[in-house]
């Protein structure tokens, strides 16, 4: 896992693809938006956002 980081990390110094962080830090967020609302304890405080 450590090594996919690094290797992203790498690739955005080299091809100079700053911009690429943002989206991937909204899809992360999206991704655990989903993992977390799929547990019924959490979903009543979700369905506002939904």
Known sequence: ???LIKE??????QEK???LV???ILLLLI???VV??????VA???YPFL
Request: glycine share 0%.
């Open 22 to 24: 943002p989206l991937v």
């Open 17 to 19: 693809k700053w911009w």
């Open 31 to 33: 991704a655990l938006l």
């Open 1 to 3: 896992m450590w090594d």
């Open 8 to 13: 992203f990390s790498r690739f955005l110094r």
């Open 36 to 41: 977390f609302s799929s547990s019924a304890a």
């Open 44 to 46: 009543p405080f979700l």
